[in-house]
């Protein structure tokens, strides 16, 4: 084996697949790296770092420039076994004094730039997600108070390739130029083999109809998982979690010789689900806005509205305008209508199917006319 991968090994799933660390948590290592030789005036070479999800990691410093005005260094991405376009780039940090009190956060060549509304950055700002700003803040004002250090100090993160490789994602499309997005809510990869996930979701439905349910819930991951129990009050040992491939979930159901299964999703994938797409991952197909807007216009918008939606970034801004238009109840009625023909569709006369769509904001949006009835046979354990 590579002894460079034995090196970067920091844990494996399950299934024997090894974990990486994120853009995120090489920018907030970067910055406490730099930030630590900027004060202490000497060169390091590994920086130790605790990501969100408590794996502590001691990450290889590269690239290393001092000058007495300020330090600049780097710490590359490691994807271990997700397919990663970013995988092996270095991620910089440049960390200098500066007036005032506060930490100037910034993105330099290759992080992109956020040009249209509905994205957590502001038009304009780096392309920085709200968990990386706050680990590369915490990390920095921690090296700070070390050195005794209560002035300003500026952290300008950058990423040499980043604008090409950005090509290679959905930035352009969200309206983010000129490079990546610096991202991460855990700080660490969780890899995501097909194979491994599909087998998981298998499992996990096996053992539920072993124990003697023939009824169960399949949400997609722990915004559904939330939602079901912290709005829904169900028992979450009820539920299997199916990712994006909803497909392949209504398909282990009739294998297993289920005779009941609700889905339960966020709009942002159930969307999807309303024009056939039965693998919601973004790199398989991506119609949020056009089922939005088609049925917007069935239900009577008009020109400008349907414009409106399709330009939305997210189906949070477009649920927001069907809202204010007075839209959003027909809208979610002959969406929900759609959802319920392709899953009968995928699931065969053998198999009752149902779906429930919600979003954080509006809570439940729409649900197939037998959700109800699906749910109460779950709640019973019903064979």
Request: with cysteine.
């Amino acid at each position: 084996m590579d002894k460079d991968i034995v090196s970067r090994e920091i844990g494996r799933t399950r299934s024997g697949l090894r974990y990486g660390w994120t853009t995120g948590s090489c920018a907030a290592a970067a910055a406490k790296a730099a930030a630590q030789m900027l004060f202490a005036g000497e060169e390091i070479r590994q920086v130790r770092l605790m990501t969100p999800k408590g794996i502590e990691l001691y990450l290889d410093v590269e690239c290393v420039t001092q000058t007495p005005e300020y330090t600049e260094c780097a710490v590359r991405k490691y994807s271990g076994d997700d397919p990663d376009v970013t995988d092996g780039l270095l991620v910089f940090a440049k960390v200098e004094r500066c007036g005032g009190d506060q930490i100037l956060l910034d993105g330099g060549a290759g992080v992109g730039r956020v040009t249209k509304p509905g994205l957590e950055q502001k038009i304009g700002q780096a392309a920085i997600n709200k968990v990386p700003r706050k680990m590369i803040a915490e990390e920095v004002e921690g090296v700070c108070r070390k050195y005794g250090y209560c002035g300003g100090v500026k952290v300008l993160i950058s990423i040499p390739g980043g604008e090409e490789t950005a090509k290679k994602t959905f930035n352009p499309r969200l309206g983010i130029t000129g490079g990546l997005s610096v991202l991460g809510t855990s700080g660490i990869v969780e890899p995501m083999s097909e194979k491994a996930l599909t087998d998981t979701i298998y499992l996990e439905m096996k053992m539920l109809h072993e124990s003697g349910c023939a009824y169960c819930y399949a949400v997609p991951g722990n915004y559904g998982i939330d939602f079901l129990t912290e709005s829904m009050g169900i028992d979450p040992d009820l539920a299997v979690k199916c990712s994006n491939y909803v497909g392949e979930t209504i398909d282990d159901a009739r294998l297993l010789g289920m005779k009941g299964l609700l889905l339960i999703g966020h709009v942002g994938k159930f969307i999807k689900l309303a024009a056939g797409v039965m693998n919601t991952h973004s790199r398989q197909a991506d119609c949020r806005m056009e089922v939005f807007a088609s049925h917007a216009a069935m239900a009577g918008a008009d020109a400008d509205t349907v414009k409106a939606v399709m330009a939305c970034l997210n189906t949070t801004e477009a649920v927001r305008i069907l809202k204010k238009k007075g839209l959003l109840q027909d809208v979610m009625k002959t969406v929900t209508e759609r959802i319920s023909f392709y899953l009968r569709q995928r699931a065969g006369e053998e198999l009752e199917i149902g779906a429930v769509v919600f979003s954080s904001e509006e809570g439940i949006l729409g649900q197939t006319e037998n959700a109800a009835r699906l749910s109460e046979k779950i709640e019973r354990r019903q064979q």
